[in-house]
């Protein structure tokens, strides 16, 4: 066996150990597992399995039962779980197992709800599809030709992920390109590469490399760690013009707007889903894919700080580094490379520092004038709800800066326990549990008005 055939095995063995776990798992629910919290009608929807078998989470669906209870029921019954992949797989250790909701499943079957509600005529699985990771494969190889869009005030992650991707297909010999809104900030700088073009240069090309060989316009658009149409901002044209539309996002709040929709909330970062993907496909990772896939994990995780940190996501940062991933230039770049201006920002923001509901939420601004007189861009402005969040006592933090456009931009972190994405919902933005955001076209008086009243009954509620 050559080493192009062992990469191969190797790259589907998680996959292949996943599927022999999930079948000992159903047949036990099916046939021995008796606690009260599987009465209902459960179903192992997949697993996911490293390489090397130490570690498996287990995804579950469910009817009429509780998700936490079953989720317990799990965990009591794990010792007896384990014993019985052992004998029955033949291994002499079994994985360490965790047990998780299907949220992409459960998310589709709340879509479907809602539709069948609203009984909208037009609206239906012809607009947009909740798919399985099983389906991308699918889905990409039924083109040759991509256009990769990263969001509007673009991270780490939907960069990174964008890049990566199309890297990778351009090794196999396709036609990739990532189309952003506007210039990549200067911390991800390093990530920039010849197929990273604007809208206006997708436009102009658009008729000589977006053709099929009849003359045909046929390729996918693949919106990268977002889903609302409202993100590409000035990219919509370009974007809607494509055959079809796919949706790569981790974000627990995206709403599907593609043709086919994977969303996955348990992904620490949409890098982690495209690492994956690569390798269940075999395809290429290069160092420069390596690094840029590593970039979004990085920041997305902060630094692997964030509670969406999981054993998996420190698995895949090896895979990453092994392909050659430039994690000492990453790093040098985002965290260890600012301007003095960004101090400056720092301490003009703290004099309008605003601590309250009894020292669990702190909240400060940054005007555009007081931007242009320090002569500070928007990279001056990024990590300031992270400085405010590490306060103590404090559980929830947000920074508002406001734009030149005079829209407020707001960035929301919290420390335990508080759920930010819900509260950046109520202003029409989203995220995660723990960091998220929105943008308003109120004034800033009138934002930090509202965020403060909120918070401060929301605090008080759920206090713990």
Excluded at 25 to 40: M, N, Q, T
Excluded at 326 to 338: C, G, P
Excluded at 424 to 451: P, W, Y
Aim: contains cysteine; glycine residues 8%.
């Amino acid at each position: 066996m050559n080493a192009a055939d062992m990469k191969k095995r190797h790259s589907h063995r998680g996959e292949r150990i996943g599927e022999e776990i999930r079948r000992v798992v159903s047949d036990l629910l099916a046939r021995e597992l008796k606690d009260p919290a599987f009465d209902g009608m459960i179903s192992i929807s997949y697993v996911k399995a490293t390489d090397d078998a130490s570690f498996a989470t287990i995804y579950f669906t469910s009817l009429g039962t509780n998700d936490k209870e079953i989720e317990l029921g799990f965990e009591k019954a794990k010792g007896y779980i384990r014993n019985e992949i052992s004998r029955k797989l033949g291994v002499r250790r079994a994985p360490d197992l965790r047990f998780k909701v299907d949220a992409a499943e459960r998310y589709g079957q709340q879509i479907d709800e809602i539709l069948n509600e609203l009984d909208l005529p037009g609206k239906g699985a012809e607009d947009f599809r909740i798919v399985s990771f099983e389906d991308l494969s699918g889905i990409i190889n039924a083109y040759e030709r991509y256009l990769v869009f990263t969001h509007i005030h673009m991270d780490g992650d939907t960069f990174g992920a964008a890049v990566a991707f199309a890297d990778s297909m351009r090794e196999i010999g396709r036609e990739a390109w990532v189309v952003v809104g506007e210039a990549p900030p200067r911390t991800l700088e390093l990530l920039k590469t010849g197929f990273v073009i604007d809208a206006d240069q997708a436009l102009s090309n658009a008729e000589t490399w977006l053709k099929d060989e009849d003359g045909e316009q046929s390729f996918l658009s693949i919106a990268m760690d977002f889903a609302e149409i409202e993100r590409l901002e000035g990219r919509e044209e370009i974007f809607l013009s494509a055959t079809e539309s796919l949706c790569i996002d981790h974000h627990v709040t995206s709403k599907p707007n593609c043709k086919y929709n994977y969303i996955e909330p348990e992904a620490a970062a949409t890098s982690e889903i495209v690492y994956r993907l690569l390798k269940k496909d075999n395809l290429p990772l290069t160092e420069r894919a390596a690094t840029a896939l590593y970039v979004g994990i990085v920041t997305d995780t902060g630094r692997f700080q964030y509670s969406n940190t999981t054993p998996e996501t420190h698995m895949i940062a090896s895979g990453l580094l092994e392909a050659g991933a430039d994690f000492t230039s990453a790093y040098r770049e985002i965290y260890q490379n600012i301007k003095a201006e960004k101090l400056f920002v720092q301490s003009a923001m703290l004099n309008t520092l605003d601590i309250f509901a009894g020292g669990k939420a702190a909240m400060a601004y940054i005007l555009n004038d007081t931007l242009t007189k320090l002569e500070a861009g928007e990279d001056e402005t990024d990590g300031m709800s992270e400085i405010l969040r590490s306060i103590i006592g404090v559980e929830v933090s947000v920074f508002l800066k406001e734009r030149p456009d005079g829209k407020i931009k707001a960035s929301m972190r919290s420390k335990e326990w508080f759920d930010v994405a819900a509260l950046a919902s109520e202003f029409d933005g989203g995220g995660h549990k723990r960091a998220a955001g929105f943008t308003s076209e109120l004034t800033m008086d009138e934002v930090c008005k509202s965020i403060k009243e909120k918070l401060t009954v929301q605090l008080a509620e759920k206090g713990q």
